[in-house]
């Protein structure tokens, strides 16, 4: 009786981490497509793409030597993967 209750107890806590994690990427998805359509809003608007006002946050946050905290940050703006937003923040930090 007790391997049954370890067992069901174990899929319950794999359920929930499963869970979690697509909750989480199911949010970083809507941040990324509210983005795109405020991006295509403008485009169809005429208007010219200019630089997010994220950036000179993150560019202060690069000049005080915290490149982890500027990639977390863009992460939560852009809803972008750890790579992308790396590669973001690289490009800033090198004056892209």
Do not use: C
């Amino acid at each position: 009786m007790s391997w049954i209750m370890i067992i069901i107890g174990a899929v319950l806590v794999l359920v929930y981490i499963f869970y979690n994690a697509t909750e989480q990427r199911i949010k970083a998805l809507e941040t990324r497509v509210r983005h795109m359509e405020k991006l295509l809003q403008k485009s169809s608007q005429g208007e010219t793409f200019t630089e997010p006002e994220i950036n000179k946050e993150l560019r202060r946050l690069l000049q005080q030597g915290k490149k982890v905290e500027a990639v977390k940050r863009t992460r939560q703006e852009f809803g972008w993967s750890l790579l992308e937003a790396k590669q973001y923040v690289d490009g800033l930090k090198g004056g892209e």
